[in-house]
Structures are given as structure tokens and as C-alpha cells.
T-cell receptor, first 112, second 114 residues
């Protein structure tokens, strides 16, 4: 079965607002997590990753938070722009095998 | 798309025919992967290869075959045994760096079988 899932399949925000996309995972052995962005008809694009020995990691306008206690991962996008509209996937690597397990994705729509 | 090319972008085949999807990378990555994506779904792993001349089945390998004769190439054959071949196929490659790795994806091939 699939061990990575999403709390919401769709998220709609206003331009300029902050977005939070959530992901739950069930495999406590997972030690590496990645967020991907996929625009329509294209391959997923790496956004940010985090290892299990960290709680937070920041990139440009994005922050990933990892709560290992409740097996929860979130992606925060600051000042969301129309170009951020896409499907966002979380992925986990159970046990460092370099075989990622992907969630179903959350479709983010940014309204101008 | 990070130096990974997939061709063609769109592919149409008749039921019962085998079809081979191309994937080439110039990133010097050791590992390569094939995923299948269905509408509204996440990615499911078909096959992966961590080194030349070696590959392993993923979660949904039935009806598919691969080869890894060269580091830069990992073609996927969708055989007539695959019951629902119409899907978006994504190739990826990765390299480990200091305990983490990034998996880069190609642009995908949309296969339609009628």
C-alpha cells in the first residue's frame, strides 16, 4: 500500500498569501523527504528536501517542516504567485533505498 | 528538465503492439528510474537501475521490460502484456551527495494505446 498521503487534494489561495501544503507519512523508517512541483504536462521539479535529523529547512520562498512525532511533513510557500500554481507531491525514502514513495499530490491554484 | 530527455513526447499505439520509450541523461548519474503516472495520481515505480547492466523491479513491473546497457540510457518497453498501458511515463535519474540525493525527472512521454 501507499505510505505517503496528502490531507487535501486541492488548495486555492489568493496571490500574495502564504500557502501550506501538508503530507502525512506512515513509515517511521523513512529518513529522507522531498517536495516536488509538477506543472501540467511536465515532469516533477525538485523543490526542497529534508533529512529526518532536521525539523525545518528553508529555501527561496519555501520552507519544509518535519514533525517525526506525528509523521507529518509540510511545505510552506511565502507570498504565493500565479506561477506557483501546480500539483505538489511529497515523497519519502523508506530506509535509504533511493526508491522514493510518492503521495497523490495537492493541486495548488493561485488566484490573481 | 535537468539534462534528461525523453522521446517522443506523445506516442500512439494499437493494442497488442510493443512500444519502447526512450530515456537519456547526460548528468553522469548512476541511478535511473521509470515511473508511471495516471490522472490525479502520484507516481508509481515500474523499474529502477542503480548501475549499468543491473536493474530491479519496482511496484508495478508486470507488462514492462527495461535494459541498462549504457550509463546514460534506460529504455522502457511497454509490452502487449500490460493491461492498461495508457498513461504518462516519467524517467528520472539520481546521484547521491553527502547523504542526500536529488532525483531529476525528464519531461515525460504520454502513451495512448487504442
Amino acid at each position: 500500500g501507499e505510505s505517503v498521503g496528502l490531507h487535501l487534494p486541492t488548495l486555492s489561495v489568493q496571490e500574495g498569501d502564504n500557502s501550506i501544503i501538508n503530507c502525512a507519512y506512515s513509515n517511521s523508517a523513512s529518513d529522507y523527504f522531498i517536495w516536488y512541483k509538477q506543472e501540467s504536462g511536465k515532469g516533477p521539479q525538485f523543490i526542497i528536501d529534508i533529512r529526518s535529523n532536521m525539523d525545518k529547512r528553508q529555501g527561496q520562498r519555501v520552507t519544509v517542516l518535519l514533525n517525526k512525532t506525528v509523521k507529518h511533513l509540510s511545505l510552506q510557500i511565502a507570498a504565493t504567485q500565479p506561477g506557483d500554481s501546480a500539483v505538489y507531491f511529497c515523497a519519502e525514502d523508506p530506509g535509504g533505498s533511493e526508491k522514493l514513495v510518492f503521495g497523490k499530490g495537492t493541486k495548488l491554484t493561485v488566484n490573481p | 528538465d535537468g539534462g534528461i530527455t525523453q522521446s517522443p513526447k506523445y506516442l500512439f499505439r494499437k493494442e497488442g503492439q510493443n512500444v519502447t520509450l526512450s530515456c537519456e541523461q547526460n548528468l553522469n548519474h548512476d541511478a535511473m528510474y521509470w515511473y508511471r503516472q495516471d490522472p490525479g495520481q502520484g507516481l508509481r515505480l515500474i523499474y529502477y537501475s542503480q548501475i549499468v547492466n543491473d536493474f530491479q523491479k519496482g511496484d508495478i513491473a508486470e507488462g514492462y521490460s527495461v535494459s541498462r546497457e549504457k550509463k546514460e540510457s534506460f529504455p522502457l518497453t511497454v509490452t502487449s502484456a500490460q493491461k492498461n498501458p495508457t498513461a504518462f511515463y516519467l524517467c528520472a535519474s539520481s546521484i547521491s551527495r553527502g547523504g542526500s540525493y536529488e532525483q531529476y525527472f525528464g519531461p515525460g512521454t504520454r502513451l495512448t494505446v487504442t
